[in-house]
Nanobody
Framework: QLQVVESGGGLVQPGGSLTLSCVAS????????MGWYRQAPGMERELVAH???????KYADAVKGRFTISRDNAKNTVFLQMNSLKPEDTAVYYC???????????????WGQGTQVTVSS
């Protein structure tokens, strides 16, 4: 299983942009599907964006057209470009290797520290 470290979160005003990065260890990064999840205070975890090893992407309805997931296999990194941010995007964002039918299926040990995104004026 890959080990990952998320970064790039911060405080941003509504309408602003942030790019999250997730750097993975290990030589098999390129064969992993990767997902960005988030958890807002008092809310369930949810899948935000997913990218397959082949580069196919999918997004939660709430972020379609605003967020873009991408990957750089040479750098073992997956990105989440977030534009037109809204207060409801405030959450801790997590990078998870693999594909799961729901966030509840992700083994607890795979949830790292995440990176905090706060959208507020």
């Amino acid at each position: 299983q890959l080990q990952v470290v998320e970064s790039g979160g911060g405080l941003v005003q509504p309408g602003g942009s942030l790019t999250l990065s997730c750097v993975a260890s290990g030589s098999l990064f390129s064969i992993y599907n990767m997902g960005w999840y988030r958890q807002a205070p008092g809310m369930e975890r949810e899948l935000v964006a997913h990218i397959t090893s082949g580069g196919n992407t999918k997004y939660a309805d709430a972020v379609k057209g605003r967020f873009t997931i991408s990957r750089d296999n040479a750098k073992n990194t997956v990105f989440l470009q977030m534009n037109s941010l809204k207060p409801e995007d405030t959450a801790v964002y997590y990078c998870i290797p693999g594909s799961y039918t729901s966030p509840a299926r992700v083994p607890q040990a795979h949830w790292g520290q995440g990176t905090q995104v706060t959208v507020s004026s």
